[in-house]
């Protein structure tokens, strides 16, 4: 996650210096390629970032579930405890 982080930070640190560097009245192909790749590479790493917020609540509420599950053990052992101690 830190790296998309890092990644995403660099890519829009170039789009900025090719912006700003610009000073010309209009790009060059190459500069247009460039960011275009560099736009690419922004939109796919956004979906990667979508996508594991998605897994990550999906297996937060796994856990969740076990939690409750284990919570339910326990007090069923509990329960078994004070019937045979009685």
């Known amino acids: 996650m830190n ?3 890092n990644l995403l930070i ?3 640190l170039l789009i900025g210096g090719l912006v700003v560097s ?3 009245s209009s790009p060059s ?10 736009k690419a590479s922004v939109q796919a790493l956004e979906k990667q970032v979508g ?18 599950k284990l919570q339910q053990c326990q007090s069923d ?3 078994v405890k004070k019937g045979l101690g009685k």
């Open 10 to 12: 660099i890519t829009s």
């Open 22 to 24: 610009g000073c010309s």
């Open 3 to 5: 790296k998309i982080n």
């Open 29 to 38: 192909a190459e500069e247009l390629k460039q960011l275009n790749d560099l």
């Open 51 to 68: 996508e594991k917020k998605s897994e990550k609540a999906g297996l937060e509420k796994q856990v969740a579930e076990k939690n409750g």
């Open 77 to 79: 052992q509990e329960i």
